[in-house]
């Protein structure tokens, strides 16, 4: 499962605990290490384009650099979670274009994006409408979209945003 843009997130471990291959992609060493440390994960230092750090006893691999470099094995499934939200609009394109040529044409899925109004305040996180979302990835159906406010950054609601959506989407299987 490709995380491009993972951080240091623990979806990563809530994906790999659910059998997944979990194979990340972080351009911060900093978050890297301290996904490992601070979980408690053996892992070794494996030098190539982008440095690659896997864990010793898990089916846990990060990469360290910027995604765009990063070429790999095609993918079956993808999750992206403050990833596409967090490329600026001229960048999106490009970005959804690279994932897609990783993955394998019937990849499963799991997409999470915000909406909200932008005339209010500016990404990132940038707001995706339905359009752009399957512009990108025309597999993508709208699966949940859930009020989430009172998780919006602070400057959002500084600036006086009053709704927040995040929006889950899944890929069709062919
Ligand atoms: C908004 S954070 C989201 C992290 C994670 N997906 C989450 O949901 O918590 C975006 C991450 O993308 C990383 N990033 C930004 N540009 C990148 C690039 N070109 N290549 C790899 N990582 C990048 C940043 O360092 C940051 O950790």
Not at 77 to 105: C, E, F, I, Q
Not at 139 to 152: G, I, S
Not at 154 to 159: D, Q, V
Request: glycine share 6%.
């Amino acid at each position: 499962m490709l995380v491009p843009l993972c951080g240091k997130t623990p979806d990563l471990l809530w994906l790999e605990e659910r059998g997944n291959d979990v194979v990340g992609v972080e351009l911060s060493e900093i978050a890297v290490v301290a996904f490992f440390e601070e979980n408690d994960i053996e892992y070794e230092k494996i030098d190539g384009q982008l440095r690659h750090y896997r864990a010793i006893d898990r089916s846990l691999s990060l990469y360290c650099g910027d995604y765009f470099e990063f070429r790999g094995e095609s993918f079956d499934a993808h999750y992206d979670r403050g990833a596409l939200v967090a490329m600026p609009p001229d960048l999106r394109p490009h970005y959804a274009k690279h994932t897609t040529s990783l993955l394998t044409r019937d990849a499963a899925q799991l997409v999470i994006t915000v909406e909200y109004d932008q005339g209010v305040c500016a990404g990132p996180p940038y707001s995706i409408d339905a359009d752009e979302a399957t512009m990108h990835w025309p597999r993508l159906r709208r699966h949940a979209w859930v009020d989430d406010t009172e998780n919006a950054p602070p400057k959002f609601l500084e600036a006086g945003l009053e709704k927040l959506h995040e929006v889950v989407w899944l890929a069709d299987e062919d």
